[in-house]
Each structure stands twice: as C-alpha cells, then as structure tokens.
C-alpha cells in the first residue's frame, strides 16, 4: 500500500435538476485497498461510481488515477453494478469476454476460463444468461470485469439483491480473484457486515448533498472470522458512525476518537 | 431475465442444471398435442356444413361445401392454373416487402439512432403514415401505369411504416443499462452499434419484418384488384364476375397457406438470431 492510486480532489456533481448529489468530496484510495463506501441511499455511492468508471461527468473537482485526471471510461476501471446487466444473447463465456478485444484467441480462451473455474461456473459456460440464478449471473457479472485486469475495480451494492448464503458464497468468490491481481476495490454497500468482512477501510458518508461523513480503518487480518470478538467491535464501530451520520447531520465526524480507541484496543 | 432462478440461487451449479434440463422436455412434449386441439373446431364445422348440404338441410350454391371447394382447389391445381396464380402475387409480395422492408429499415434505423434525423423525417413520415395507403392507388397508376410497377410500389408502402416504427422504435427502447456496458469498455460508436444496438433490436425487428409481411400480403389483394389478368387477387375478382364462391373460397385457402408459410418461413429464418429470448412471445 504504497502509492496514491485513485484520488478524489474536490469532487462535486450537481444534476441537471439541481440535485447536489455529491459536494466537495476529497478522499485518497491506496493501491490494493479495499474501501468501502457506507450510508443511506441518496448518499451520492452510485453517482460516485458513475464519475469513476467515466458514465457521468463531474460539475467541480477532478478524479485522479495514478496521477492522471479521468475523462471519460478508463481501460484500467472495470465496474459491477448492482443488477448483473448481461448480454443476453452472449454465452455465459462470451459475456465474460466481452471486453477482451484485441486479445489473441488463446488467451482469451485461457482467460475467461480461469475466470470460469475461480467463479465455480465451468459447466455452465455455453448456457445462456437467463438460464443462470441471480447470484450465478453476478458471479459472471464480476469475472466479466475481472478479466481484462482492471486497476481499479469498482463494486455497486453488487450483492444486495440476493440471499444471505449467496452473498456469503459470492464474498469468497470476490476475494479470491481480488488475491490474484490485488487490484484496487471500491465496494459500495449498505451492509455493515459485508464492509467489515472484505474492506481495509470503511467510508460512511452522509446525504444532501453528499459528502464524507467519517473514515474508519478494518485492520483484521485477513481471512476474516466473522464469528470473533475483533469482527464484531468493528461491526459495532461502523455501526456507531452510521448512527451518528443519521442522528445528528451537524455533529463533527468522530474520526480521531475511534482511531485512536482501535489503536487502544489492538 | 433472471426469471423464476433467482430463488434458488443459493443451491449448487449441478442441481440448477439437473433441474433445468428436464422442465425444457417435459414442456415441449406437453405443447404438441395442444397444437391438435386448434384444429378441432375448423373439421368440426366443416364436417357440420358438409354434411347439412349432403343430406338437403342447406342449399349449397352461395356457401359451397368443403368437398366442392378442395375439388375446385384439387382441378386449379391440375391444370397448373393455381400454381400461376400463386407464384405471381407471391413474386408481387416478395418484390414489394424487399423494397419497403429495406426502406424501412433504413430509415427506421437513421431516425432511431440520431435525434436530429428523427426530427427531420419522423414528422413527415407520421403524416404520410395518417393518409390510408389504398389512397395512392390512383396516383401510383397514373405515375408508375396499370402493371407490376404500380401494385409493387403499393406494397412496398403498405410494408414500409410497421417496419420504420417498428426499427426506430427497437432503437428508442434498448435498455441504457446494456448500453452502458459498452461504454465502460469503451466499444466506438460502430462497434456499438454492431455489438449491442443490433442483436438488442433483432426480436422487435422481426417482428416488425413480420407485421410487414402480413401487410404486404394484405395489400396485393388491393394491387390484384386493380386490374390484373393474374394471381389469386385476380381469381378473387374473376370468382366474384363468374357467380364462382367457389373459386373465392379456394383463392382465400391459397392465400391464407401462402401467408401462412411465408410468415413462417421468415420465423424459421430469423430464429436462430434471438434464440436467446427469454419470452413468452417466443411461441407465437
Ligand atoms: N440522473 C439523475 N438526475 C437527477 N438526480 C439524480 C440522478 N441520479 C441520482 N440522482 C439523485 O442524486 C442523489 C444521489 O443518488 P445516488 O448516487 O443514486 O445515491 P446512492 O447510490 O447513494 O443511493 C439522490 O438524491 C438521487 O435522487
Ligand atoms: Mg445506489
């Protein structure tokens, strides 16, 4: 976790009908980390994401990734929404080589079905979306963006719509293509559970207009348990934050107190 | 899309697959027999009308029984007569829905994928779309005279608006969530067009080929009427002078088996492009 790889510089987005939904937003993301944005919906998460994968233009401020300003879709952000949005006239196999162009047949052959095989989904690679269950068509939705080895890897409460057991199985599924390369992951969710089992960092931010409400850092090792004590108190610690982001929209951010609370108590 | 699978979409990848395979059979071979079933009322009433002719309960002469008008069919047929007839307004539908197809969809496809064609050629389309395409039946003859140019033209315009609003509305409506797909991966616009626009619009496309077609065929009948010494629009009107219901009737069998094979034809053609439809009006 060296150098800056993606970083916010006053960012705003005012829609056209006026909505803030983003308003000087600064944040710097390390190589490798995995940050997880928190809050309520009408945050501005989805609008954030959009600005980063190049879908929307940002009204004030810039994104920077590795020193270079974004405009427009960048070959090194991929992006999972929050439905699968497969092709569905593609194989199971070409929607996960949908951006694998001007890659060599064999490669692409290798790489979509190591994809496949990480995903669990070789046997279904000839079958057509509509013939996959949700969370198997999401699974394909983030080997699509795997593949073409994104550095920056942008998740939009990509689990929210399924069950318990799915989104565990699919938390595997993620990190363990997230080891192969370690990209750098921007995961926006509204489950606190999901934020402390796979990010390093958990950003809660606030609506109206959107903004960064507080910054805490999960510094379990990983493999997570999600049964121990550790597991919980950040649980809780996030918790906390979220509550005071609803409570009191005034109140200064209780950044520095936890901090140093957590380095109290590891 | 995700359809009923999203429920059990926590259970294994083998059983998703056990329990998907036999479904697929099972509902095919429950639809065959009700295909039979659509034919029972038509032998029904034929039979009921045969025989109140045979034993003298109806007179015949307007209403011909089934047996005189196959017979009437069976003597086209050996006389080769049918075959003429058939083949012209055939030839006169193909050349007509090539023309107007084309146009359509050329045009349908410009004014779908460019706001600014759309409002350059959709408001005078939609007004030429308001006037009744028989209403140029007397101006086609004058420009174009009274052969295959003036009946042609006629049908290529009775097919042309189904296909231009069926095109341009595919385009209107392909989900912007796909679409967004291609631009995170940075498709160019033709590349787009060809990896996303395209396969999204074929199943509205079809259809709209479909509707054309039906059209078309629904127009010879008008083009035959205005003086033609061939095609089953012809025997029509020669069945009608002659006091023949019979040859009416017979005319109207051929073209419904003739309309009926070209539209599936077509389906039999462009299935393989949206095998991969997840609809019902995949049976239609
Ligand atoms: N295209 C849009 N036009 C106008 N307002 C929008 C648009 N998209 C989002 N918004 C508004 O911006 C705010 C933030 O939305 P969004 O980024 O979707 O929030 P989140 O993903 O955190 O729920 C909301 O108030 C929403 O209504
Ligand atoms: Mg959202």
Redesign the interface.
């Known amino acids: 976790m060296g150098r800056f790889m993606l970083s916010f510089e006053h960012l705003s987005k005012t829609y056209a009908d006026g909505t803030r939904a983003l308003a000087d937003i600064n944040l710097t993301v390390h190589e490798g980390e995995i940050v997880a944005l928190i809050g309520g919906s009408g945050c501005g998460k989805t609008t954030l994401l959009r600005l980063i994968?190049?879908?929307d233009r940002e009204s004030a401020g810039r994104i920077r990734l590795d020193g270079e300003v974004l405009s427009?879709?960048h070959?090194a952000?991929?992006?999972v929404?929050q439905?699968?949005?497969?092709?569905?006239?593609?194989s199971v196999f070409d929607n996960i080589a949908?951006?694998l162009?001007g890659v060599s047949a064999a490669e692409r052959k290798a790489r979509v079905t190591h994809a496949l095989e990480k995903i669990?989904?070789v046997?279904?690679a000839d079958r057509?979306?509509?013939?996959?269950?949700?969370?198997?068509?999401q699974r394909v939705s983030i080997a699509r963006a795997f593949v073409?080895n994104p550095k920056v890897l942008l998740l939009d409460e990509p689990f929210s719509?399924?069950?318990a057991?799915?989104r565990a199985?699919l938390h595997e599924h993620l990190l363990g293509l997230w080891e192969e390369t370690r990209p750098t992951v921007v995961l926006v969710t509204h489950d606190v559970q999901e934020a402390v089992t796979l990010a390093d960092r958990a950003v809660v931010m606030q609506p109206k207009p959107g903004r960064i409400f507080d910054e805490l850092p999960l510094t379990l090792a990983r493999p997570r348990d999600r049964t121990g004590l550790p597991f919980e108190t950040s649980v809780r610690r996030v918790l906390t934050a979220l509550d005071h982001s609803l409570k009191a929209p005034q109140e200064q951010p209780q950044r520095e107190r936890d901090r140093q609370a957590a380095a109290l108590w590891w | 899309?995700?359809?009923n699978?999203?429920?059990?979409?926590?259970?294994s990848?083998?059983g998703?697959?056990a329990l998907?395979a036999p479904t697929s059979t099972e509902k095919r071979r429950a639809f065959d027999w009700r295909i039979l079933l659509g034919f029972f009322l038509p032998i029904f009433i034929a039979l009921l009308w045969e025989a109140a002719v045979t034993f003298g309960l109806a007179e015949g002469r307007l209403v011909p029984p089934p047996s005189r008008i196959i017979a009437t069919l069976w003597g086209l047929a050996q006389t080769g007569e049918l075959w003429t007839h058939a083949w012209m307004t055939l030839w006169r539908v193909l050349v007509g829905f090539v023309i107007g197809a084309l146009s359509g969809i050329v045009l349908g496809a410009l004014s779908g994928s460019s706001q600014t064609l759309r409002q350059l050629l959709d408001p005078t389309l939609q007004a030429l779309r308001a006037i009744p395409s028989i209403a140029w039946v007397p101006l086609f003859i004058l420009w174009l005279g009274i052969f295959e140019a003036s009946k042609v033209a006629l049908i290529a315009v009775g097919v042309f608006f189904p296909v231009y609003l069926g095109i341009a509305g595919a385009i209107l409506s392909v989900d912007r969530?796909?679409v967004?797909?291609g631009?995170?991966?940075?498709l160019s616009r033709v590349q787009l067009a060809r990896?996303?626009l395209l396969?999204?619009v074929?199943p509205e496309a079809v259809i709209a080929l479909r509707s054309g077609l039906g059209l078309g065929f629904m127009f010879v009948v008008a083009a035959e009427f205005m003086g033609a010494s061939e095609g089953l629009g012809y025997l029509l009107v020669d069945g009608q002078q002659m006091g023949k219901p019979d040859q009416i009737l017979a005319a109207i069998i051929a073209f419904a088996l003739l309309g009926k094979t070209a539209d599936s034809l077509l389906l039999a053609a462009t299935k393989p492009l949206v095998r991969?439809?997840?609809t019902v009006r995949e049976r239609l």
């Open positions: 994968a190049g879908l427009g879709p070959p952000v991929g992006i929404f439905e699968p949005r497969l092709l569905p006239w593609l949908f951006g162009s669990g989904l046997e279904h057509w979306p509509r013939d996959l269950s949700g969370g198997q068509q073409t719509a399924l069950d057991f799915t199985s | 899309m995700t359809g699978a999203a429920s059990n979409a926590w259970s990848h083998e998703a697959a998907a969530k796909l967004e797909v631009h995170v991966f940075r990896r996303i396969p999204a074929l991969w439809q997840d």
